[in-house]
C-alpha cells in the first residue's frame, strides 16, 4: 500500500529501473540491478530455506515448515500427474519451482508501494522496482526457458513428427497434391507464430497484471497523499482492498504460469498418434 | 520495456533455482513422502492381512469350539449312559444278595425248626418212658422199647 508520495516525474517516475548501463549505444546491454538484486535475494532465500528444512525432515508425521512444504509439493505433483501422459523427473521441480518463486515475487508487491525504494534511496539509489515481475525480463526469461524445454524435448522425443507438423498442418491435407509444396510456407508461418506465440503469452500475461497491479498501487497511493482527509481514508481503505485483491492475482498468476509450464511439456510429451 | 542483459541474467538465475530446488527441497520432499506413502500402504497391507488372519484364526476357533462342545456333549451321555447302567447293575446285585441273604436265613430257620423238633421227639419220648412206666408198672428196657416209642412218638408227632 501507498504510504507517501516520493520522487518526481509522477508515476511515470516511479516506473525507471535502477539500471547499470554497460553499452551507451545498445539498449540490450544495460541491466536492471532491482530486478537481479531482488529476484537473487529471493532465490537465496528459497535456497536457504531448502536448506534449513533439509536439515530438520523427519519421517513420521510431518509438522510446521515441513507440513506446509509438503502440502505444496503434494499439490504441485498431483496437479503434473494429471495432466502428464508419462513421468519425467524435471517437470515437477520444475513446476514447483516456477510457482514458488514467482508466488513468492509477486508477493513482495503487497509492501508498501514505496517502502523498498525508500530503503534504495537510502543506500543512493534513485530509481528501485522492488517486484521483479514488473519486468519483462524475468517472466520472459521464465517464458524463454520453458519454451526451450519444450523445444528439447520435441526435438527429442519426436522429431520427425515435429518437423512434419511445421510444414504440413493445417492446410496440407485440405488442398490436392499440386499445391502441397506451395501451402508448405504459409504451413511454416503459421506453426511458428503459433509456437513463439507461446511463450509471448506466458510471460506478458505475467508481467501485464503485475505491471498492472503496481501501476495501480501507485495510483492509489497519489490518492491517499493528494486528497485531503477524505482522500487519505479512500486511499487507505481501497488500498486495502488492492492489496488484498494483488495477493489474490499474484498466487493466480503463479498458478497459472506453473500450469502452463505442465500443459506445454505435457504436449510435447503427447506420443504421436498414427491415422 | 524492453528487454537486455538482466533477461540473460534471469535465465541463468532461473535455470540455476530448478536445478538447487529438486536437489535441496523437492527431491528429498517428494523422496520422503514417497516412502512414507510406501509405509503407509505397507501397513494398511499388514492390517488387512492380520485383519484376514484373525478372521480365519476366528472361524477355526468357532469350529474347533464346535467340535469340543459335541465330543463333550457326547462323553457327558455316555457318563450318563453308563451310570445309569452301574446304578441298574449295582440295585440287581444288591436284590441278588438280598434274596441270597433271605434265602440263607430261611435255611438256617428250617434247620433250627428241625434241630428243635428232635430235641423235643427226643424229650417226649423219655417222658412217654417214664409214663409208661409208671402206667404198666413194670420196668421197660430203655434200649429195647426204644425204637418202638420213638416209633409211637412219631406218629403221635408227625404233623407237628
Known sequence: ?275 | MSLDLTFIGQIVVFLTLVFLMKKHLYGPLADLMEARSNKIAQGLAAADAGKEAKAKADAEIAVQLKEARTKASEIIAAAEKRSAELNEESVIRARVEAQQIVDGARDEVHAELNRARQTLRNEVADIAMIAAERVVEAELDAKRHAKLVEGIVSAGFGNA
Not at chain 1, 530503503?119 to 525480463?137: E, K, Y
Not at chain 1, 488492492?242 to 500443459?263: E, K, R, S
Open chain 1, 1 to 275: 500500500m501507498a504510504e507517501q508520495s516520493h520522487g518526481e516525474g509522477g508515476i511515470a517516475g516511479h516506473l525507471q529501473y535502477w539500471t547499470l548501463k554497460i553499452d551507451e549505444s545498445s539498449p540490450f546491454m544495460q541491466i536492471h540491478l532491482d530486478t537481479m538484486l531482488v529476484s537473487l535475494v529471493v532465490a537465496c532465500g528459497m535456497f536457504l530455506f531448502a536448506l534449513w528444512l533439509k536439515g530438520k525432515l523427519v519421517d513420521g508425521a510431518p509438522s510446521g515448515a515441513q507440513n506446509f512444504m509438503e502440502s505444496v509439493v503434494g499439490f504441485i505433483d498431483q496437479t503434473v500427474k494429471d495432466n502428464f501422459p508419462v513421468h519425467n523427473p524435471l517437470i515437477a521441480p520444475l513446476a514447483f519451482t516456477v510457482f514458488c518463486f514467482i508466488a513468492l515475487v509477486n508477493t513482495i508487491d503487497i509492501l508498501p508501494a514505496f517502502l523498498l525504494g525508500n530503503v534504495a534511496h537510502m543506500f543512493g539509489v534513485v530509481h528501485f522496482r522492488p517486484v521483479p515481475t514488473n519486468d519483462l525480463n524475468l517472466p520472459a526469461a521464465m517464458a524463454v526457458s520453458v519454451f526451450a524445454l519444450v523445444l528439447y524435448y520435441e526435438f527429442k522425443l519426436k522429431p520427425v513428427h515435429f518437423c512434419k507438423e511445421l510444414v504440413m498442418e493445417p492446410f496440407t491435407s485440405l488442398v490436392p497434391g499440386f499445391l502441397k509444396p506451395v501451402v508448405m510456407p504459409i504451413n511454416l508461418i503459421l506453426k511458428l507464430v503459433e509456437e513463439v506465440a507461446k511463450p509471448l503469452s506466458l510471460s506478458f500475461r505475467l508481467f501485464g497484471n503485475m505491471f498492472a497491479g503496481e501501476v495501480i498501487f501507485l495510483l492509489i497511493s497519489f490518492l491517499l497523499l493528494g486528497g485531503g482527509a477524505v482522500g487519505m481514508a479512500a486511499g487507505f481503505f481501497v488500498g486495502l482492498a488492492w492489496t488484498a485483491f494483488h495477493l489474490f492475482i499474484g498466487f493466480l498468476q503463479a498458478f497459472i504460469f506453473m500450469i502452463l509450464t505442465v500443459v506445454y511439456l505435457s504436449i510435447a510429451h503427447q506420443p504421436v498418434e498414427h491415422h
